[in-house]
């Protein structure tokens, strides 16, 4: 579903992962607000669509929790995570993402697609925790080793 969404842009899928997400999350602990993972613009163009900000979409409607892709931007292209080790990953996102200022929220979780050694949302929950929130949560719909 991942990959068939991704890079074949079968959006159809990102409304069963949305669910699927949505149905896993703790309900006790929702925070304030969901930021999807933003993409480069250049992505945004290649493909259309940003797979994390669809599933958000639907995560949000499914809590009640308000999403907000504006807040978090993608300043550097880069190249694609897939292929890259941990190390370069890190390097990767580094300097990454621009965060505007937002008023008072005190958890904030980020909504991506597929979470792998974790480099992407550590750079961004960075960004987020310098501009004041409090927790930052990670909800991503598959995991890989």
Do not use: E, K
């Given at each position: 579903m991942v990959q068939q969404l991704k890079f074949m842009g079968e959006r159809k899928f990102a409304r069963l992962m949305g669910e699927l997400l949505a149905n896993a999350v703790d309900r006790t602990d929702l925070p304030d607000l969901l930021i999807p993972v933003p993409q480069h613009q250049d992505r945004f163009i290649e493909r259309g669509f940003n797979q994390a900000q669809n599933l958000a979409t639907v995560v949000s409607k499914r809590t009640g929790v308000p999403v907000d892709g504006t807040i978090a931007r993608r300043l550097k292209s880069g190249k694609p995570q897939a292929g890259l080790n941990a190390r370069d990953r890190q390097k990767n996102v580094?300097?990454?993402?621009?965060?505007?200022?937002?008023?008072?929220?005190?958890?904030?979780?980020?909504?991506?697609?597929?979470?792998?050694?974790?480099?992407t949302c550590e750079a961004l929950a960075a960004q987020l925790l310098k501009h004041g929130c409090r927790k930052v949560s990670v909800w991503a719909f598959a995991r890989t080793p």
């Open positions: 580094r300097g990454a993402f621009q965060v505007s200022s937002f008023g008072p929220i005190d958890q904030i979780a980020i909504i991506d697609d597929v979470l792998t050694t974790g480099a």
